[in-house]
């Protein structure tokens, strides 16, 4: 018999609205992750370890978690009461900052500034926060990425680097560890939120970082693949950009074959393309759920376009809540992180695939439900003003997603609304991530 909770996730599925997060992993120990044929993380129903038992809300829990089903906007008012200032791309920020890590190493090996990195760092072996929670290649197979725990500077320097391919950081207990601190994508932190809300609990310290959305696993391949690396040439370890900024892709394999090339190239050939369905209509790439974003302040040319020529990394640091702006003051103060203050202008000013991808959403939304297609619900994000001022290109966008869609639907078959059991065949669900 299906339970309430499979029939809540057969939705999301039959949507394509699935993120890949985890967090319906959390609320019943039956569902695992697995990548799915086309190469993305999807739960699963396998059989529950002895003992384990279904939480006995995690129906409802699912609802108020799952960002395949709603995602709300960051906090009007902080925990005092107190209105915390919007804007109108990038969220609820109490203070900004142009920061890098002020640990050359750090910096070098980060994704832009390795602000992430010097923090998650600091609070693991300074401050005796525990666990914190990352992700990184998975050492027995560095095209995969996985969650891992942070205990070290030097852990956190092993788990630097944006990973452009799925990982479910939210499935592991670090997602609903209080004493903790937690590093996910936009909708991994909403489903932590969710998670601590629909329990009472109290979220980890939450970090984030603008994100254009998760590539398919098949990216990764294809990538290599175009550099002429074998598919099954044993790697010992892959990059995706990082160790320079923006760095480059790079991989490695026992021998000491190497093969490499620019962020550039990577992303804009490949993985850029290959983005699931439910990140082209994220209302937030910019992690408003969290209590400190960072994201790439780029150089830009004459249009406001990123140059991706290499640098000195660079991140946007945004403090959202008092507890994330009290983190960083803390880490400012202890030599951890350099920071100047920024104008948020500025950094939406470089960062035009936020700001194009929000004022049009309101256009992509309707014209994927006019062309049958059930979207997540998002409150509070203010996609109807923001289309409002640029209407010809939500319209436009709207037309576009709609002609997509109901293009994509002659002669396929509807997906049907339950969760896919683990077979153990790696055929069928594209194997373990
Ligand atoms: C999928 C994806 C999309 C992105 N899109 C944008 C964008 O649109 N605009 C932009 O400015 N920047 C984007 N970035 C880059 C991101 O903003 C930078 O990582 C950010 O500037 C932080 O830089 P940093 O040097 O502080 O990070 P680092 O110090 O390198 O730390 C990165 C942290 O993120 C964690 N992490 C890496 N990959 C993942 C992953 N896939 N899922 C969960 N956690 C992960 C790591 O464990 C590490 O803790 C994206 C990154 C990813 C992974
Ligand atoms: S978006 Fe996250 S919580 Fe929702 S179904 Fe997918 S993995 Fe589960």
């Known amino acids: 018999m299906t339970s309430a909770l499979d029939a809540e996730v057969g939705r999301v599925l039959a949507a394509d609205a699935c993120s890949g997060c985890g967090a319906c992993t959390r609320l019943d120990p039956g569902l695992s992750m697995r990548l799915d044929d086309a190469g993305f993380l999807r739960p699963v129903r396998g059989a529950a370890p002895a003992g384990a038992a279904q939480d006995a809300d995690a129906a409802a829990r699912f609802r108020g978690v799952c960002p395949g089903v709603r995602v709300d906007a960051g906090p009007a008012v902080d925990a005092g009461g107190h209105a915390v200032p919007r804007h109108p791309t990038l ?9 890098w890590a002020a640990d050359d190493a750090v910096r070098w090996s980060g994704s832009s500034g390795g602000v992430l990195t010097a923090l998650a ?20 197979e560095p095209r995969r990425t996985v969650s ?12 630097s680097g944006s990973r ?13 560890a209080a004493s903790g601190a937690f590093v996910g994508k936009p909708c991994e932190a909403s489903a932590v939120r969710g998670l601590a809300a629909t329990s009472g609990a109290v979220a980890p310290l939450v970090l984030s970082f603008f994100c254009a959305g998760t590539p398919s696993q ?12 074998p598919s099954d040439a044993p790697l010992v370890r892959l990059r995706y950009r990082g160790e320079g900024w923006p760095g480059s892709f790079a991989a490695e394999d026992a021998a000491g074959h190497a093969w490499a090339t620019s962020y550039d190239e990577s992303w804009g050939a490949h993985l850029g393309k290959a983005v699931q369905w439910r990140c082209k209509i994220c209302p937030d790439g910019v992690g408003e759920s969290s209590d400190v974003t ?14 991706f020529t290499e640098g000195d ?4 640091l945004l403090a959202r809540t008092p507890r994330g702006l009290d983190a960083v003051l803390r880490a400012i103060e202890a030599g951890v992180i350099v920071a100047e203050p920024v104008e948020l202008d500025e950094v939406a000013a ?36 923001l289309a409002l001022a640029q209407p010809r290109a939500a319209v436009r966008a709207g037309r576009g997603t709609y002609r997509r869609l109901r293009s994509a639907r002659t002669g396929t078959t509807a997906a049907a609304s339950a969760v896919p059991v683990a077979t153990g065949d790696p055929g069928a669900t594209g194997g373990a991530p």
């Open 121 to 140: 760092g600091w609070l693991a072996e300074t401050e005796g926060v525990a666990p914190v929670t990352g992700c990184a290649a998975d050492p027995a």
């Open 91 to 99: 969220g609820p920020v109490l203070r900004a900052w142009r920061a």
């Open 350 to 385: 470089v960062q035009p695939l936020q700001r194009a991808r929000r004022a049009t959403l309101a256009g992509r939304l309707l014209g994927a439900r006019l062309a049958g297609r059930p979207v997540p619900r998002y409150r509070g994000f203010g996609l109807v003003r």
């Open 164 to 176: 452009y391919a799925p990982v479910a950081a939210a499935a592991g207990p670090g997602a609903e």
């Open 313 to 316: 990394g660079t991140s946007a």
């Open 218 to 229: 098949h990216a990764t391949d294809a990538v290599l693949a175009s550099l002429g690396a």
């Open 148 to 159: 891992v725990t942070i205990t070290t500077r030097a852990e956190a320097l092993a788990a």
């Open 294 to 307: 960072a994201g790439d302040l780029w150089r830009t040319d004459e249009r406001g376009y990123p140059t």
